[in-house]
């Protein structure tokens, strides 16, 4: 790299510090929907708890005038967020687990979205408790392939697989594309940052009582998952989860004093194999090269999920759902009534998730040069 080029942390516009673990909901709105956003305690199969998120929720919710927008709103929001910060984990797990050398750089970059993702959803529910809401993860923890929850970037189809260029360019980067990315052309309205920016403007805009009752507070990682206290706590945890994902309008950077780029630029290195630099005529992949690394070839998990596996695959494969869906059942206890305890199980549970998904990645499908994988099917 010459002298002339900068790195984006050497411009990055906006103060924020570091922050690592915990996982960006999204989403703006172009037909007139609804004129309010009550959520219909018909629907609720709880106090506090809210349906799952359908497809198209967020697009209505963001039809409704910002005058209209209270505390059922946010509820309803926010469980959309809960949803998609959710979503995207299951995802980059099954490209990080396929990774054969866990040192290598694209290994590193995807684990540390993972760990910012994890963080994220800690930081939405939460967002969700302090306004009354109660997260619902299991519940809206979504199929694959399918959609992303609430009908954020419309068109998209998530899918698991081993890591390979067509996953890391159709759903990686995908499902953290800026509505304006600054290395590409494009402009996706329904965007993740979208979705946060107008969380935000409702926050202020409603001024909700913010309740510190069932926030978590624990240390996770080399982290602090911190209740939200103030608006001012609130934006700073949306400006958070907003850069982190990808980058500001200025700059690629998730923080300045990081060494990192939002996740969306993080991809995209791995992707066009090389770091981002700035360049006269803007942002650039001609930086270091990022070597595409060896990844075990776990295909697709098909809608369905997998048809008719040999025994010991059926084994993993149950035993791994049925551990997820521990998992998500931690979760949903840790912000029930605000138990850390139960946090730490479930932080504890997913790391056990890793054995029978690398173990299943190794097992090759019958006719085939593909192996099995992990179809995160709770039972």
Known sequence: MTETRRSPEETAATALGRRSFLASAALAATAPVAASAVAHASERSAPGRLPTPERGTAERLLAVPLKHRRDDWLQEALQVAVAVEFSTIPPYLCGWWSIEDRKSEAAQLIRRVVLDEMYHLGVVCNLLVAVGGRPDIKAAAPVYPGPLPGGVHPGLTVYLSGLNKPFVHDVMM??????????????????????????????????????????????????????????????????????????????????????????????????????????????????????????????????????SPPDEAQRLISAFDSAYAGVLESLDAAWADGGASSLTAAVRGMGRLESPAVELMEMQIPGTQETYGPQFRPV
């Open 174 to 307: 995908a499902i953290e594309a800026p509505a304006s990315p600054l290395t590409e052309g494009g402009d996706d309205s329904l965007s993740i940052g979208v979705f946060y920016e107008e969380l935000l403007k409702t926050f202020r805009s409603a001024t909700p009582e913010l309740s510190t009752a069932r926030q978590l507070q624990q240390r996770i990682g080399v982290d602090d998952l911190n209740p939200v206290k103030t608006l001012d706590d609130v934006e700073h945890a949306i400006d958070i989860i907003r850069e982190q994902g990808e980058g500001t309008s200025g700059s690629p950077a998730d923080a300045p004093g990081d060494d990192h780029v939002a996740h969306y630029y993080a991809f995209a290195e791995i992707y066009h194999g090389r770091q981002l630099r700035e360049e006269e005529d803007g942002w650039q992949y001609t930086g270091p090269a990022v070597p595409f690394p060896d990844s075990r070839p776990m295909a697709r998990v098909p809608a369905g999920g997998w048809d």
